[in-house]
């Protein structure tokens, strides 16, 4: 991840019905125009960070920029919220 830009990362568990849903949302937005990388973490992996950046529940984007979390989604509730939320968060 660059850390002058700002980056998206998306914390799930594999046993997470929504989890599914809200990854197939950014596969959609992952192809559409000006849409940065999006990064996956399985957040059992990274139980740490998780605490660390106060992550409440999965699934859940972050926007991250220069070693701090600018933003959080949790409610993934349609493909046109999720642009927004990155439209909303790029530099």
Known sequence: ??????????????????????????????????????????????KVIAKEWEIESVPCFIAFRESKVVDKMYAFESVTKVYEFIQQNKP
Do not use: W
């Not at 002058?4 to 998306?10: A, G, L």
């Open 1 to 46: 991840m660059n850390k002058d830009k700002v980056s998206f990362i998306y914390f799930y568990t594999p046993m997470c019905g929504t989890c599914h849903l809200a990854k197939r949302f950014l596969q959609i937005v992952e192809k559409m125009d000006n849409v940065p990388t999006i990064y996956e973490a399985d957040i059992n992996y990274f």
